[in-house]
Nanobody
Framework: QVQLVESGGGAVQAGGSLTLSCAAS????????VGWFRQAPGKEREFVAS????????HYSDSAKGRFAIGRNNGRDTATLQMNNLKPEDTGVYFC??????????????????????WGQGTQVTVFS
């Protein structure tokens, strides 16, 4: 099992940038894929980006492509989400999530909330115009 703690949220003007961090503890971090999700008030949790155990595989939502960059540092047990050119519609609570890469076969890096087993408490991002 892993425990995840997000940080780095805040309020920023449209066009600005924020970097979210996810600190992991517990099991070996390099045996987990990591994802970032967000949830706006009254809306379902939606996929933003995910990264495989080594960092070689990355997936982005259409809204995140070209503006956000996901990364990880297995030596420090951390994952990050660099967000540039932020828009008001990016506002929401951002969650870090993880799932083990092990299964009957090696599990692919997930892109839906159902794929992830461990979640942080979330960090608020507010983008104002």
């Amino acid at each position: 099992q892993v425990q995840l703690v997000e940080s780095g949220g805040g309020a920023v003007q449209a066009g600005g940038s924020l970097t979210l961090s996810c600190a992991a503890s517990g099991d070996r971090f390099n045996t987990y894929a990591v994802g970032w999700f967000r949830q706006a008030p009254g809306k379902e949790r939606e996929f933003v980006a995910s990264i495989g155990w080594s960092g070689a595989t990355k997936h982005y939502s259409d809204s995140a492509k070209g503006r956000f960059a996901i990364g990880r540092n297995n030596g420090r047990d951390t994952a990050t989400l660099q967000m540039n050119n932020l828009k008001p519609e990016d506002t929401g609570v951002y969650f870090c999530a993880a799932h083990s890469i092990w299964g009957p076969e090696m599990r692919p890096t997930g892109r839906s909330p159902d794929s992830f087993d461990y979640w942080g408490q979330g960090t608020q991002v507010t983008v104002f115009s």
